[in-house]
C-alpha cells in the first residue's frame, strides 16, 4: 500500500491518502486537491464579497458622520473657546543639543591615565599623556564654543518669536488695522471644519467704524459631500452609491451655507475680547462653471451686515440659520444652490493708489558701477527687487510705491501667514554719509498709521550709536551698506559701494 498526507492551510483540512499503485496514490492526490481548489475559490469570493459588504456599512457610517459634521457646523462652533490663547503661541521649547563634557573626549582621544612611576623614569610617556590631554581639551573648547553658539542662536529666534507675538497682542488689543486683521485671519484659520473642507477667505479692517469686512468662499454644491449609504449589491457582486434626492440635498446645502455665515460671524465676534469690531459684513462667495457658456465665474451670492449688539443677543443654539439669516436682513437672490449672484454689502478694498509699476533694476544690476552713486529712484526700485526675492520663498507680494524724497515708505511687502506675517514697511535711503537717527524715528512713527508689523530701513551707508540704540526692543531692522552687499551676494550679484563721504 502507498500512503501520503496532504493539507490545505487557507481551509484548514488536511487528509491522508492511500492506494495500492504510486500511479492511483498521484491520482487520488490530484483529485483531492482539485476539490480544494475550488472549495478554496468559492472561499476567498466569500471572504471578499464579505469585506466588500463591511466596508460598505463602515463607508456608510463614515458618509453620514461627514455629512452630520456639515449638519452642526454652528452647534459644535458653540461649544469651543474662541479667543487665541497668546500663551500657547510662545515658543517654549528647551535648546536640544546636548553639553559636551571633558570626560568623553579624554576617553574618545584616548588619553592615557598618569602614572607618576613610570613618567619618573619615562619622559615620553608624561610627553604623550600632555599631548593627548592637549588635543582633548582642544576638542572639547571646539565642540563647547559651537554649542554655545548654537544655544544662543536657538535662544535669540525663540525670544524673536515671542516678542514678535507680544507685539501681535498688543497690536490687536490698541486696534492697529493690520493686527487686528491678523487676529481675525488667525480666528478663522483655527475655525475647524470636516475633513476635506478647503477654507479660502479674505479680511479687510475699517478702523474709522470698527468694521470688519469678511470675503469667504463658500463651497460649490459638487464639493458638499451628499453620499448617505454603500450599498453591496448581492446578484452584481458590486457596491453602489445612493445620495440624497435632489430636493433633500438643496435644502441641506443651504443649510449649510447658511451655517458657514453664522459660524463665522459667531466666532469673530466671540473671540473679540478687545472690542475692536462693532459691525461685520460677511460676503459668501462661489467659484463655479457657467454650463450655458462655459466659462467660469466667481459671484457673491450671499451678503450679511451685523453689528456685535445685535449679532451676541442672539440664542444661536435654537436658531434655524435659515430664519436667522433672513431675520438679520441677509441678502441673497434666490434659493443659494442656483449660485444667483447679489451686490455685496460692501466690497472689500485693497486697492493703494501709492503702488506703481515697478522697474527690474536687478536686471542691470551687475553694470552699476556704485550703488551709492546710482540714481536715487532706481536705488529705490532695486531695493524692492531684492526684497521681492527674499519675501517670495514664504509667498509675500512686494510692491514699490510712488517715488519720493519725503521719507515716505518706498516699498512693502504683504505676507499672507497669520502669525508670523503682516505688513512690513520698507524705506531705502541711498547716502554716502551716516544715516541720521532722525530717519530711523520717522520710519518707526509711521507704523502705526501704516498697520506695519514691522519696519525695514536699508541704506548704502551706515548707522551710528543713537540709531543703534533706538531699534533695540522695538519692531526695526537696520541694513547698513555691508549686509546690502551680502544680501545680494546672496542671491549671485556682484555689486560694490564706494562712500564719497560727502552730504547727499
Not at 457658456?293 to 453689528?307: A, E, K, N, P, Y
Amino acid at each position: 500500500m502507498f500512503r501520503t498526507h496532504i493539507s490545505n492551510n487557507f481551509l484548514k483540512v488536511d487528509k491522508f491518502i492511500t492506494a495500492k499503485t504510486q500511479w492511483e496514490l498521484d491520482k487520488k492526490i490530484k483529485n483531492q486537491k482539485d476539490r480544494w481548489k475550488v472549495q478554496e475559490k468559492k472561499a476567498r469570493e466569500q471572504i471578499k464579497f464579505d469585506k466588500m459588504k463591511e466596508k460598505a456599512i463602515s463607508d456608510t457610517g463614515a458618509a453620514l458622520n461627514l455629512i452630520n459634521e456639515y449638519k452642526s457646523l454652528l452647534m459644535s462652533s458653540l461649544n469651543e473657546k474662541h479667543k487665541i490663547n497668546w500663551k500657547k503661541l510662545y515658543s517654549t521649547d528647551k535648546f536640544k543639543g546636548n553639553k559636551p563634557l571633558l570626560n568623553s573626549f579624554m576617553e574618545i582621544v584616548e588619553v592615557p591615565k598618569e602614572e607618576k612611576f613610570f613618567e619618573f623614569f619615562f619622559s615620553t610617556k608624561k610627553k604623550t599623556r600632555l599631548g593627548k590631554e592637549y588635543e582633548a581639551a582642544k576638542k572639547y573648547n571646539d565642540a563647547l564654543n559651537e554649542y554655545i553658539i548654537n544655544r544662543e542662536k536657538f535662544i535669540q529666534k525663540q525670544n524673536q518669536h515671542n516678542k514678535s507675538i507680544d507685539r501681535f497682542q498688543k497690536g490687536y488689543e490698541d486696534t492697529i488695522p493690520a493686527f487686528v486683521e491678523r487676529y481675525f485671519f488667525t480666528i478663522i484659520e483655527k475655525s475647524e471644519y470636516p475633513k476635506g473642507f478647503t477654507k479660502k477667505y479674505d479680511i479687510q479692517y475699517q478702523a474709522d467704524s470698527k468694521t470688519l469686512i469678511i470675503d469667504f468662499d463658500m463651497p460649490h454644491p459638487e464639493k458638499i459631500p451628499n453620499i448617505i449609504e454603500y450599498k453591496f449589491i448581492q446578484t452584481r457582486k458590486e457596491v453602489t452609491k445612493k445620495l440624497m434626492t435632489k430636493k433633500e440635498f438643496n435644502d441641506y446645502y443651504e443649510d449649510v451655507l447658511y451655517q458657514i455665515t453664522l459660524k463665522t460671524v459667531y466666532e469673530c465676534f466671540a473671540s473679540d475680547y478687545a472690542n475692536t469690531v462693532e459691525m461685520i459684513v460677511f460676503n459668501g462667495w462661489v467659484h463655479g462653471t457657467d454650463t450655458s457658456t462655459g466659462q467660469d465665474f466667481h459671484s457673491c451670492i450671499m451678503s450679511l451686515q451685523v453689528t456685535s449688539e445685535e449679532f451676541l443677543s442672539l440664542n444661536l443654539d435654537k436658531v434655524i440659520p435659515i430664519d436667522c439669516f433672513r431675520n438679520l436682513k441677509g441678502l441673497n437672490a434666490s434659493s443659494l444652490f442656483q449660485l444667483a449672484p447679489v451686490r455685496p454689502i460692501l466690497n472689500i478694498d485693497r486697492i493703494d493708489k501709492r503702488f506703481v509699476e515697478s522697474k527690474d533694476v536687478l536686471a542691470e544690476i551687475n553694470s552699476i558701477p556704485n550703488l551709492a552713486d546710482m540714481p536715487w529712484e532706481d536705488f529705490e526700485h532695486l531695493v524692492r527687487g531684492l526684497f521681492a526675492k527674499y519675501f517670495s520663498s514664504v509667498g509675500a507680494e512686494v510692491k514699490v510705491t510712488r517715488t519720493s524724497r519725503d521719507g515716505g515708505i518706498d516699498a512693502v511687502a504683504i505676507d499672507p501667514d497669520p502669525i508670523r506675517g503682516g505688513k512690513f514697511i520698507i524705506q531705502a535711503k541711498r547716502y554716502n554719509h551716516v544715516v541720521p537717527v532722525s530717519a530711523v524715528r520717522e520710519l518707526y512713527g509711521v507704523m502705526p498709521d501704516e498697520g506695519a508689523v514691522k519696519g525695514i530701513l536699508v541704506t548704502t551707508s551706515y548707522y551710528g550709536k543713537d540709531s543703534r540704540e533706538f531699534v533695540k526692543d522695538k519692531p526695526l531692522t537696520l541694513l547698513d551698506g555691508s549686509n546690502l552687499i551680502q544680501m545680494f551676494n546672496d542671491y549671485g550679484y556682484n555689486v560694490r559701494i564706494e562712500l564719497k563721504n560727502k552730504a547727499n
